[in-house]
């Protein structure tokens, strides 16, 4: 992926200040076009992310499925207790 300096890279020109320093100067309509391809390139990125991730996951759910379906687990049924005893007066 490229670092936002090699989007801008070709639209820098040198303008000299007042204090006749020159300095690297990018255009409005310029660094609008850089965002846009950025941006471009960003969502390019997301869908092969995505694309990858999704391959993967079904290569690993293809692999972690078990070949014979499991068996039921056996249940036994256990008793249900009150949590408290019965026949003990309400509290008010």
Known sequence: ???PAEYLA?????ARRPRRELQPV???ADALHAVEQALADAEKYKYLLMRALRR???????AATPAT?????????TPV??????????AA
């Not at 070709?10 to 040198?14: D, L, R, S």
């Not at 993967?56 to 293809?62: L, Q, Y």
């Not at 207790?81 to 309400?90: E, K, R």
């Open 1 to 3: 992926m490229k670092s």
């Open 10 to 14: 070709p639209h820098v020109f040198e």
């Open 26 to 28: 990018v255009g409005y």
């Open 56 to 62: 993967h996951a079904d290569e690993v759910a293809t």
């Open 69 to 77: 379906p499991p068996r039921p687990l056996e249940t036994t049924e």
């Open 81 to 90: 207790l009150p949590m408290y005893p019965t026949g003990l007066p309400m």
